[in-house]
C-alpha cells in the first residue's frame, strides 16, 4: 500500500532537466532530429501534466561545441559564445515541439534577443512556472567558460528547483568507468558530490558539482532514451544514480 503511494505521488514539485545538445540529434551526430524532439517532449509532457513545474537547460553540442572550436585555433570567448547560440537554437526547436503538444512553454535567454525569446529575468521565470508554463534556459550563463551543467546548477539554485535531473544518452547513471569501453564498470546507486570531484566522474564540471553542492542541490543522473524514464524518475522510482552534497545521508 504505501509502495503504491510512493510511486504515484511525484516527489519533487520542480525540476530543472538538463538535455544535451547531442540527445537532440537521436542517432545522427549532428543537427536536430524532429521525431527525437517529438519523443522527448511527450516524455515532457507526461510529468508536465503530473502538476510539475519544469524548468529545462538545454546544450548545444549537436550544433556547436566551444571548447573543440578553442582546441582548431579560435578564440575561445568567441567559440563559446557561437555555441550559446546553439543552445537557443535548440531552445526554439523545443519550445515549438512542446508547444505543438499542447504545453505552454517559454525561452528565456541569458544573451539579448528579444525578437526571437525573452531576457532571462529570475522572477520572471519563476512567474512563469508558477502559471504552469514550461520555461527553457537558453544561452548558457551568459559569459564564456561555463558550461551548461553550471548554467543547470546555478538557474536551479536561483529558482529553487527542488532537483536536477541530468538525462543522458545510453547511459543509465554513473559508472566508476566508461561502460561502453571497460566491461568491468561499476554502476553507482548513491554518490556526493565530493565523490565527482575527487574521483574525476566526469559528470558534472567542476563548477556545476561545487555550485549544486554549495546549495545543497541533489543530482539524478538517468537514461533519457528509456520510454517513460523522466516520469519514473520524479514519481520516486530507483533508476539511475542519485548524488547528493557533502555526504550520502
Given amino acids: 500500500m504505501l509502495g503504491e503511494v510512493y510511486m504515484s505521488e511525484p516527489i519533487y514539485k520542480r525540476i530543472v532537466l538538463k538535455l544535451s545538445g547531442e540527445a537532440l540529434a537521436g542517432d545522427k551526430d549532428f543537427g536536430i532530429n524532429p521525431l527525437t524532439i517529438q519523443k522527448i517532449c511527450q516524455e515532457i509532457k507526461d510529468v508536465y501534466e503530473l502538476g510539475i513545474e519544469i524548468a529545462i537547460v538545454v546544450g548545444g553540442g549537436n550544433i ?5 572550436g578553442s582546441e ?10 557561437m555555441g550559446m547560440i546553439a543552445t537557443i537554437m535548440n531552445g526554439l526547436a523545443l519550445q515549438d515541439s512542446l508547444e505543438n ?18 531576457q532571462y529575468i529570475r522572477r520572471r521565470a519563476i512567474r512563469h512556472l ?6 527553457i534556459f537558453a544561452g548558457g550563463t ?11 546548477a546555478l538557474r536551479a539554485a536561483e529558482i529553487k528547483a527542488d532537483v536536477i535531473m541530468m538525462a543522458k544518452n545510453n547511459v543509465d ?3 566508476s568507468a566508461d561502460p561502453m569501453k571497460d566491461d568491468e564498470a561499476v554502476k553507482y546507486d548513491k554518490l556526493t558530490y565530493l565523490d565527482i570531484i575527487n574521483q574525476s566522474l566526469g559528470v558534472m564540471d567542476t563548477t556545476a558539482s561545487t555550485l549544486s553542492m554549495d546549495n545543497d542541490i541533489p543530482l539524478l543522473v538517468f537514461k533519457l532514451n528509456e520510454r517513460g524514464n523522466i516520469k519514473r524518475a520524479v514519481l520516486g522510482e530507483a533508476i539511475g ?9
Fill in 173 to 175: 547513471g554513473v559508472y
Fill in 142 to 152: 551568459g559569459n564564456p567558460y561555463f558550461s551548461t551543467d553550471t548554467t543547470a
Fill in 72 to 81: 582548431m585555433g579560435m578564440e575561445r570567448a568567441q567559440a563559446d559564445y
Fill in 241 to 249: 544514480t542519485t548524488v547528493k552534497g557533502k555526504t550520502n545521508e
Fill in 101 to 118: 503538444a499542447g504545453v505552454p512553454t517559454r525561452v528565456q535567454t541569458s544573451i539579448e534577443m528579444k525578437e526571437v525569446a525573452e
Fill in 64 to 68: 556547436w561545441r566551444g571548447q573543440t
Fill in 130 to 135: 508558477e502559471k504552469g508554463r514550461v520555461v
